[in-house]
Nanobody, 119 residues
C-alpha cells in the first residue's frame, strides 16, 4: 500500500505562485510514475505533470513553462511549483502514483488539494 497526502493548495491572485507538495509513504519501491492531475468543476480530470522513476518529465501544454515538477527522494515528496497562475488553473489538484506491474500494478491517489486563482 502507498499513501499520498497533498498540501499547499490555496487562494491566489492571477499571476501569483503556489507550491504543492505530495508526501508519499508506504511501499514506495514499486512506484514507477508519480504525477499531478487536476479536475475543474464540470471537467474531466487531466494530467498536469508527471515524473518517472528514471526522471523523465512531461507536462500538459497549458502549463509548460509555468509549472515545474520535482522529486525529493530523501523526503519522499513530489512537488509542483506553479508560477503565473491563471483563473483557468483553478481546480482540485491530485497526486497519483503508478505501481510497477511486477509488484501489483496498483494506482494510488491522494485526497486532493484545492487551488483557486481569482482576484
Amino acid at each position: 500500500q502507498v499513501q499520498l497526502v497533498e498540501s499547499g493548495g490555496d487562494l491566489v491572485q492571477p499571476g501569483g505562485s503556489l507550491r504543492l507538495s505530495c508526501a508519499a509513504s508506504g511501499r514506495l519501491y514499486g512506484i514507477v510514475v508519480t504525477g499531478w492531475y487536476r479536475q475543474a468543476p464540470g471537467k474531466q480530470r487531466e494530467l498536469v505533470a508527471s515524473i518517472t522513476r528514471g526522471g523523465m518529465i512531461r507536462y500538459v501544454d497549458s502549463v509548460q513553462g509555468r509549472f515545474t515538477i520535482s522529486r525529493d527522494n530523501v523526503k519522499n515528496t513530489v512537488d509542483l511549483q506553479m508560477h503565473s497562475l491563471k483563473p483557468e488553473d483553478t481546480a482540485v489538484y491530485y497526486c497519483k502514483a503508478d505501481e510497477d506491474s511486477d509488484v501489483g500494478g496498483h494506482v494510488y491517489w491522494g485526497q486532493g488539494t484545492q487551488v483557486t486563482v481569482s482576484s
